[in-house]
């Protein structure tokens, strides 16, 4: 597993990637990906088509209902469901994988726009929902609301070249500590745990949130079609990228290469610090 960790305070102590450990400080949690709903066919609707254009029989083995209906939505464009449907076609390509192959190969990722996927995210940085939203075509995004949710014990994201440095993560750890304390702090001086006026209590929440790092952990969900997920996973996942958006849409990868093998199924690994950096030659598709 790779080395870039999350830290939130508790007794357990600061685990560090040599083994130390100081007390009273932190303990590691790690940034993790859920993949939590996918597109499914509705089966009667896609029947009843398919019987109005007059190819009731057609079948495909698409491995997923994604894949399935990306394959529905691109046949659909030029009626290839079966030879002579559409007069100009005497030929068709059979086969789900096949079919979303040459798709992928001559760029016609409106297509890929059909499937969706929803993920969440969780300890995950605001350093890395930040990165996140400039993604914005073809996605949805909720994420969990510090207006709403008050802060009182602080999680953060730690790159790999802080924890190289005992000095320069000790510092990091210490400035973390602080500002969790200057949030109990300040809970304490308005009284907001005894607060019954929940509008009252909303508005300090959100003011507390404004001397809480950028590197607090935090939960999104995110949605996204194929076509923006195949953008995101080669941008993301450059060794030139934030290390915490590799790490996490190189999860992101590894859960959705076996289940949907036809539309990711171009993409190859290059391992590049401990973490993949995942290639197609068929970019922005």
């Known amino acids: ?10 007794t357990f102590g600061i685990a560090y990637p040599n ?13 993790s990906v859920f993949l939590v709903g996918e597109t499914k066919i509705v089966e009667q609707g896609l029947q009843g088509y398919l019987d109005h254009i007059g190819v009731p029989d057609w079948k495909t083995d698409a491995p997923s209902d994604a894949e399935k209906l990306c394959e529905v939505m691109g046949r659909l464009c030029y009626k290839s469901f079966e030879p002579g449907l559409n007069p100009n076609v005497t030929k068709v390509r059979e086969g789900n994988r096949p079919y979303l192959q040459n798709v992928i190969s001559v760029g016609h990722g409106s297509v890929l ?3 969706y996927l929803n993920f969440i995210f969780a300890d995950v940085s605001r350093v890395f929902t ?17 207006r709403y949710v008050r802060l009182e014990s602080l999680s953060a994201s730690i790159p790999t070249c802080i ?21 109990r702090e300040l809970a304490d001086i308005y009284g907001i745990r005894d607060m019954k006026d929940f509008a009252v209590k909303k508005k300090l929440t959100s003011a507390f949130r404004r001397v809480a790092p950028i590197g607090l952990a935090t939960n999104i969900g995110w949605s996204c079609n194929f076509r923006a997920i195949r953008h995101v996973i080669e941008m993301r996942t450059e ?47």
């Open 113 to 115: 726009e059909h499937g």
């Open 1 to 10: 597993m790779h080395d870039l960790v999350i830290y939130a305070r508790n």
């Open 19 to 31: 083994g130390n450990e100081k007390e009273d400080v932190m303990k590691v949690i790690r940034p």
């Open 130 to 146: 930040h990165e996140l939203v400039r993604h914005r075509q073809g996605v949805g995004i909720s994420q969990e609301s510090l």
């Open 163 to 183: 924890q190289e440095n005992e000095v320069g993560m000790a510092l990091f750890c210490k400035t973390m500590e602080q500002l969790e304390d200057v949030q």
């Open 239 to 285: 060794p030139v990228a934030e290390e915490e958006i590799r790490l996490v849409f190189g999860q992101v990868f590894e859960i959705i290469r076996g289940r949907y093998p036809n539309i990711f199924g171009d993409y190859e690994t290059e391992d590049v610090d401990g973490l993949p950096w995942v290639k197609t030659a068929h970019r922005k598709v």
